[in-house]
């Protein structure tokens, strides 16, 4: 326990570093696509590459860490796997990717940091996180679970909407101005965090803070990315729009 302790913790530095690059160098995927960082596969397949650890590994790890399964464990598999099915498999095929490229190197680094992160999930919250059943019903279990659903619910919908307005307005790049873009420039990834807010405190576990701390790392600094992207791309965008919290950033 105490060498898994130690690996997450260089895990959190090396994210921290992470978070203080990333502001300097946005991963070039999407919208910042650009030269140099090798051969370039389709993106729908490079993406189901990334991020397919989160859904075979995960399912192979709660057969492997455990001889049965909780009602608990249950409940974290199913809402786990509910984001990444979705992500993984229904994304990539119903949005209308306007960049259809991406550097393969991209993808099989993403590819290796999902399975380290899937790894740290399921040890800390199969094996060295201890739940009773009761924790059904406790009140931070319940917080945590809300919390979880809304940022879903807002990172799904605000991904949709960028597609729907495609499908009216045609490829490329346009204002979004439905929902919460009335406020944000990247209200998916402002629901992201929302979504593994209420997964930290709905598991309360040392992996769950640790696995929030990289979804900020990675989408804080592209959100503001994203947000002068469209400044740089749009001279009429909204002068009172944020990056990714309303009203702050």
Known sequence: MNIFYILISIWVVIGIITFIYLFFESAPYGRHIKDGWGFKIPAKIGWVVMESPCVILMIAYSWIVREQLE???????????????????????????????????????????????????????????????????????????????IGMYINIKSDYIINS????????????????????????????????????????????VVFLIWVIANLFPRAISHHKWYQDKFKDYPKNRKAIIPGII
């Open 71 to 149: 009602i608990l464990h249950i409940i974290f598999l199913f809402l786990w796997l509910t984001h990444y099915i979705h992500r993984t498999f229904i994304y990539p095929f119903v949005i209308n990717m306007t960049n259809t490229k991406m550097p393969i190197s991209i993808a099989l680094s993403a590819f290796f940091f999902n399975i380290i992160n899937v790894s740290i999930q399921a040890f800390g919250i199969f094996y060295f996180t201890q739940y009773s059943v009761t924790w059904l019903s406790h009140p931070i279990f319940i917080v945590g679970l809300t919390i979880f659903l």
């Open 165 to 208: 307005m495609k499908k009216i307005k045609g490829p490329g790049y346009h204002i979004p101005d439905a929902f919460l873009y009335k406020y944000l420039s990247s209200p998916n990834y402002f629901g992201e965090i929302i979504e593994w807010i209420g997964w930290a405190i709905l598991t309360s576990s040392i992996s769950g």
